[in-house]
């Protein structure tokens, strides 16, 4: 296979941010995970129509099984083909079968159409999870690695708030079949951006000894943590703090909220004031993530999150809880980024899309586990004992990354710089 033209920075000088591809998967990004939101709302609301809360079942699981399943393969395809096949290829399937979905949603009323757009679509987006997370390594370097994932950061906080709300107003102007329309142009959207994202990423040079079978490969994430300690710990730091976060969000503050007769409306004030927060500091982080040392991003950040979270289940009016809410958002917005920009730079080179397909199954796995864990240990502790314990369960978070930056940066072995694998673009300014 021939070598890929690379580009390279003046002599003395640490490789710039390419911003305009940066850029470009953040339009992407931002455009098909509004759709893909506002698709979840109109499906979910269409199956309680035609099968109540049964239905919502059915394509819940439709949905949401295959991608946990596939993530794994799709690391191996991302390591074995590279991003830009897996991207290209997949995402043009999926506005394939939006399109299709639109047409025939559009001609009859059943809950199969809703099952199998849920199924592939389901399928699809396991395959492209872990291609669409090796992106930001390959197109910023360490040291900058931080304000790219920042930046991203921002999409995925902006992209249910926008998308949630879209999906419920094309439900009312045009049913289902419209708000598939728009998941199909936002998809159409990120095609082009990845199309741009990924020019001359060319298929990785195939491995002289190790597994050639892509169902033993789909392993390699579990193995790569159980090779590398510091890949290891940053694990548990990212699982931990997701697994802590999601009961108080989802379950312990409805039901805080009803008990003390604050209503939704505090519900909906408290998640609000946390995203602002979140949004806030990712913006800060887009710019200064690079000047911010670790240890302050991944443990002190750590330390005040799981302090805040105790301080919420505890504060006795919903404006205090909206105004800790805030500060918890503010803690978040810098941590987040920074978890996942470490357990970038701890990959070895060359097996990053085996790595995220780990990192991504952890966080669609934290959800139901946290759930399944929580619930029933709250009839024993109630709401607020079992709030406290998932504050201490955070606090294992900075701890883990301590651990993990112990005798130095969170990087693995001095990697030759990702950019040196896309073809030569002009010159992207850095900012």
């Known amino acids: 296979m021939g070598t890929t033209p690379t580009t390279s920075a003046p002599a003395g000088r640490e490789p710039a941010v390419d911003w305009r591809r940066v850029s470009s998967l953040v339009i992407g990004q931002a455009a098909v995970q509004a759709g893909s939101f506002a698709l979840l709302i109109a499906m979910s609301w269409t199956a309680v129509q035609l099968g109540g809360r049964e239905a919502v079942t059915y394509v819940t699981l439709a949905a949401t099984l295959p991608r946990a399943l596939l993530l794994l393969f799709g690391g191996a395809l991302a390591d074995a083909l590279g991003p830009r096949a897996v991207l290209l290829r997949a995402t043009t399937v999926r506005v394939l079968v939006l399109v299709a979905g639109t047409l025939v949603t559009a001609t009859t009323e059943s809950l199969w159409p809703l099952i199998a757009v849920a199924l592939v679509d389901g399928v699809l987006l396991g395959l492209t999870g872990?291609?669409?997370?090796?992106?930001?390594?390959?197109?910023?370097?360490?040291?900058?690695?931080?304000?790219?994932?920042?930046?991203?950061?921002?999409?995925?906080?902006?992209?249910?708030?926008?998308?949630?709300?879209?999906?419920?107003?094309?439900?009312?102007?045009?049913?289902?079949?419209?708000?598939?329309?728009?998941?199909?142009?936002?998809?159409?959207?990120?095609?082009?951006?990845?199309?741009?994202?990924?020019?001359?990423?060319?298929?990785?040079?195939?491995?002289?000894?190790?597994?050639?079978?892509?169902?033993?490969?789909s392993g390699d994430g579990f193995r790569l943590l159980a090779a590398h300690p510091r890949l290891r710990w940053m694990f548990v730091a990212c699982f931990c703090m997701d697994l802590a976060f999601l009961w108080p969000a989802e379950v312990a503050l409805?039901?805080?909220?009803?008990?003390?007769?604050?209503?939704?409306?505090?519900?909906?004030?408290v998640l609000a004031v946390f995203g602002a927060g979140a949004l806030a500091s990712a913006a800060l982080g887009a710019a200064l993530a690079h000047r911010i040392p670790a240890h302050t991003k991944l443990v002190v950040t750590g330390a005040g999150l799981a302090a805040g979270m105790a301080a919420m289940a505890l504060v006795p009016s919903p404006v205090v809880l909206a105004g800790t809410a805030g500060a918890v958002g503010l803690l978040s917005g810098l941590n987040g980024p920074a978890l996942v920009t470490a357990y970038q730079q701890a990959v070895p080179e060359g097996r990053m899309g085996a790595a995220m397909s780990t990192f991504a199954l952890s966080g669609i796995g934290a959800a139901p586990l946290s759930l399944a864990v929580f619930s029933p240990v709250s009839l024993y502790l109630g709401v607020t004992g079992t709030w406290l314990l998932c504050a201490g369960l955070a606090l294992l978070s900075p701890v883990a990354a301590a651990v993990a930056l112990r005798g130095g940066a969170a990087a693995a072995a001095p990697r030759a710089d990702a950019r040196a694998r896309t073809a030569p673009e002009p010159t992207a300014t850095s900012v």
């Open 130 to 217: 872990p291609a669409s997370g090796v992106l930001l390594p390959r197109l910023a370097p360490q040291d900058q690695l931080g304000r790219a994932n920042s930046l991203f950061s921002m999409v995925l906080r902006v992209a249910p708030i926008a998308g949630s709300p879209l999906g419920a107003w094309l439900v009312v102007v045009g049913g289902l079949p419209v708000a598939m329309a728009a998941a199909a142009a936002g998809c159409a959207v990120w095609l082009a951006c990845a199309s741009h994202v990924t020019h001359g990423m060319t298929r990785p040079e195939r491995a002289p000894q190790g597994p050639s079978s892509l169902l033993r490969r």
């Open 254 to 269: 409805p039901l805080r909220a009803a008990d003390e007769g604050w209503g939704v409306g505090a519900v909906a004030m």
